[in-house]
């Protein structure tokens, strides 16, 4: 599975941010959960969100207190990952990737995720 995370850029701090995350090939992407983790300078990649087979089949790192929102659109083979208000502190790489397997805990850690695609960088202005 080959996956392309776009929408990243430079965002004001309480601006929106959307990103999304393509497949390449529209006959797998429905058998795959897709993940996004996220990268600070220094810091480890954490788990932001993922979304599992089902549409309804999300879930959230608590710690970022629900202000993010993942979402699957199989018509356009993509997950998206969207917030109304960024924080300085949501600066960072973020990636998505793809699992086969699904569940709040399993998809909370990277290492379930063989799949990853190339990051793209979010910077917040405050």
């Known amino acids: 599975v080959q996956l392309q995370a776009s929408g990243g850029g430079l965002v004001q701090a309480g601006g929106r941010l959307r990103l999304s995350c393509a497949a390449s090939?529209?006959?797998?992407?429905?058998?795959?959960?897709i993940g996004w983790f996220r990268q600070a300078p220094g810091r480890e990649r954490e788990f932001v969100a993922a979304?599992?087979?089902?549409?309804?089949?999300?879930y959230y790192n608590d710690l970022l207190k629900g202000r993010f929102t993942i979402s699957r659109d199989s018509a356009e083979n993509t997950v998206a990952l969207q917030t109304s208000s960024v924080l300085p502190e949501d600066t960072g790489v973020y990636y998505c990737?793809?699992?086969?397997?699904?569940?709040?805990?399993?998809?909370?850690?990277?290492?379930?995720?063989?799949?990853w695609g190339q990051g793209t960088q979010v910077t917040v202005s405050s």
């Open positions: 990737a793809a699992t086969s397997g699904a569940g709040p805990i399993y998809s909370s850690n990277r290492g379930n995720y063989p799949y």
């Open positions: 090939s529209s006959l797998t992407f429905k058998r795959w959960a």
């Open positions: 979304i599992g087979f089902s549409p309804v089949d999300s």
